[in-house]
């Protein structure tokens, strides 16, 4: 499942798609307009930023922006940024593998049958960016 800080992330990445040439956007309007929790939002937002797929411009006509272009953010970059690993359990995951306790990956069904599931949605949220979720 998608945690409620995954949806802010990308709630408030598609706001400032949308927005992209319009200069920095305030915390105060992402927050309020995609109803998301500013104290929360201001975390997801650091985080972003430390990620580089967000810069921020301080005093007056300040706020956020996309450092990145739109279509180069993949979907599933953010949600590693802001939820951790994609896959289901930590022994498929990619880049939070965890070997898991009481279990044989050489022959367990379950290791098996979820690395095609993080196959499948690797394959879709590596495709999609932050562009496929504007109006």
Known sequence: MLS???QYALKALSYLAEHKNKGPVLISEIAQL??????????ILLELKKA?????????GGG???KQNPEDVSLAKVIRISNGPIALIPCVS???????????EDHCGLHDVLIEVRDASLAILEKKTLLDLTD
């Not at 995609?34 to 975390?43: A, G, M, Q, S, V």
């Not at 990619?94 to 044989?104: A, D, G, Q, T």
Request: aromatic share 14%; with cysteine; charged share 35%.
């Open 52 to 60: 580089n797929i967000l810069d921020s411009k301080k005093g007056k």
């Open 94 to 104: 990619l880049n939070f593998y965890e070997k898991c306790e009481n279990c044989n």
């Open 4 to 6: 409620k800080k995954s």
């Open 64 to 66: 956020y922006f996309l």
């Open 34 to 43: 995609k109803n998301i929790p500013i104290k929360f939002l201001e975390n």
